[in-house]
């Protein structure tokens, strides 16, 4: 006697497929993943090479120095801003003009005389410089002209200074005030001239 009964269909497992898969990335695009970033650290290696300059080489133009002129005579007060510029604003990269001006002569035996004196006291200063300063470039600059403040102020915008020194003796309180409330309507000298009309900063 046989058992009588639903029959259940039967189920294959075989048959029952992922709706998900999980891919890896074919070789051709690893391969061509990783020459792209090899492409690009040489890129950036050689863009580091380029831009690094290479051992005891400085790149031209990098470190641009400034030209201070400070004007010089043979008074304890010229002497004084050339050591307080020495001291205080003069970098290793600046180039130091040392002015003297002169009267004007109206025989060239009496200019070259005049020049040749100038270059006494000059030549002295000069020496100081290099012996503070060693590093520094020093020139020197002669010039005549009949008004010194004019002459001074026209020479530090030939040579393309960026500062402009000058010294000048101690003035007292109630001169100072007298400036600061007259303004322009007093010349106060060759100093404040260079201040009022420098093309560059000018210090005093």
Known sequence: MGR??????????????????????????????NSATTDHKHENNGKVEEDKPSHGEKKPGFVMGRKIM???????EAKGA?????????QCHDTVILLYVTKPSKQ?????????????????????????RPEVEVEVAVVEGKEKGP????????????????GQKKKSMTWR???????????????????????CMAVA
């Open 4 to 33: 009588s009964g639903t029959r259940l269909p039967s189920f294959c497992l075989n048959r029952i497929r992922p709706h998900v898969r999980v891919r890896s990335p074919p070789i051709q695009a690893k391969a061509n993943l």
């Open 70 to 76: 400070i004007v010089v005579d043979s008074s304890i």
């Open 82 to 90: 050339l050591q307080w510029a020495l001291s205080h604003t003069v």
């Open 108 to 132: 060239v035996t009496n200019y070259e005389s005049n020049k040749n004196r100038a270059y006494e006291p000059v030549s002295t200063l000069k020496t100081m410089c290099k012996q503070k």
């Open 151 to 166: 002459t001074i102020v026209e020479e530090a915008k030939k040579q393309g200074a960026a500062l402009l020194v000058l």
């Open 177 to 199: 005030l007298i400036i600061m409330w007259a303004g322009n309507r007093i010349t106060g000298g060759v100093v404040e001239y260079c201040i009022q009309n420098a093309s």
